[in-house]
């Protein structure tokens, strides 16, 4: 009887540990399953963009005509790129692992992702991550058991992983968002004094998010922005030890603009009734209030060199040589 019962003892001793086993390792594995694997080890990442490069890079159709027919080719054949750079790998496994769970797709659509990034070690396929603004779901195709991964500073993919020739075009592309964006109303401002005129009304804009008191709709750091080139203010700032912050536009409300600097001069000939491809805006080196003809322009801020211009009906074109400059239209 004693030995009997001395077996029983054990074997519920043994059923025991096997369960505590059990529980542990479906514990590590759940713990495992919810967290991306490690990708600094990975040797090559391809990322598809679902819409096309030009779609993914140049968000508004509008400006594609800053790009000739090459340029275009070029961007087109960025539809699919490959990064083999193991620092930058490393830099973007770093910030993939920030991601904080935040469960299963089980029962939840969402449309795919705009881009794709497979991730590979020597060949073998390690992950493959659908990735949005501020998110990533995991898996070659979205099903049920994909897992989200949340980023408050959204994941950098654009800005870490991009092509180097992506790169400068899409400074190309924000200046001629920038100039576009300084576009007149019906009221035509006083050549002498059309930047102080412009920051003005932009200081007027109002909004109100989500039920909160009416607040200005731009910063003055955000509306001293508009004026720039971000190629030239890239250049001037390594000069002026700017700083930082200041230049990636991600410093405090409250800090207070150091300089109004605007890379852009007015065609004082261009009023609110001239043809639509009247020179309204154009590229010229730093100033404030700049005004005059194309003697003011500058093809220096850009690599490839050339210089963006606003015409009169609101298109931005990207000017590369003289004999360009010299068909545009100065006088209505
Ligand atoms: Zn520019």
């Given at each position: ?64 005509s800053i790009f000739d027919a090459n340029e275009t080719a070029y961007i087109r054949s960025c ?6 750079d193991p620092n930058v790998i490393k830099t973007f496994a770093q910030q993939a692992s920030q ?234």
């Amino acid at each position: 009887m004693r030995k009997s019962a001395a077996a029983s003892i054990g074997r519920v001793v043994w059923l025991l540990l096997l369960g505590i086993c059990l529980i542990f390792v479906l514990l590590w594995t759940w713990r495992a399953r919810n967290r991306l694997p490690d990708l600094s080890e990975c040797t090559r990442l391809e990322a598809h963009c679902r819409y096309g490069a030009m779609h993914y890079f140049f968000t508004i159709k509008e400006l594609e005509s800053i790009f000739d027919a090459n340029e275009t080719a070029y961007i087109r054949s960025c539809d699919t790129w490959v990064v083999e750079d193991p620092n930058v790998i490393k830099t973007f496994a770093q910030q993939a692992s920030q991601g904080v769970y935040e469960g299963r797709m089980w029962g939840r659509s969402v449309s795919p992702a705009p881009i794709k990034i497979v991730c590979y070690r020597a060949g073998t396929r390690v992950a493959s991550l659908q990735v949005y603004d501020g998110k990533v779901i995991t898996g070659s195709k979205i099903t049920w058991s994909s897992m989200t991964l949340r980023y408050p500073d959204r994941l950098a993919d654009r800005s870490i992983l991009e092509p180097a020739g992506i790169q400068r075009l899409r400074l190309r592309w924000w200046c001629a968002f920038s100039i576009g964006g300084l576009h007149f109303d019906d009221s035509y401002p006083d050549p002498n004094h059309w930047c102080d005129a412009v920051a003005e009304s932009l200081r007027q804009y109002r909004m109100s998010r989500g039920g909160e008191p009416m607040r200005r709709t731009y910063t003055d750091l955000q509306i001293a922005a508009m004026f720039r080139c971000p190629v030239a203010r890239r250049l001037a700032s390594a000069d002026a030890n700017e700083s930082r912050e200041e230049v990636a536009g991600s410093a405090t409300r409250d800090q207070t603009v150091r300089s109004w600097v605007s890379d852009y001069a007015m065609n004082p000939d261009c009023g609110p009734n001239s043809p639509g491809d009247t020179v309204l805006l154009f590229e010229t080196r730093a100033g404030w209030n700049q005004h005059g003809g194309p003697e003011l322009f500058t093809f220096d801020n850009h690599d490839p060199k050339g210089g963006c211009v606003l015409l009169n009906d609101g298109t931005v074109k990207f000017i590369r040589t003289k004999e360009e400059l010299a068909q545009l239209r100065w006088k209505p």
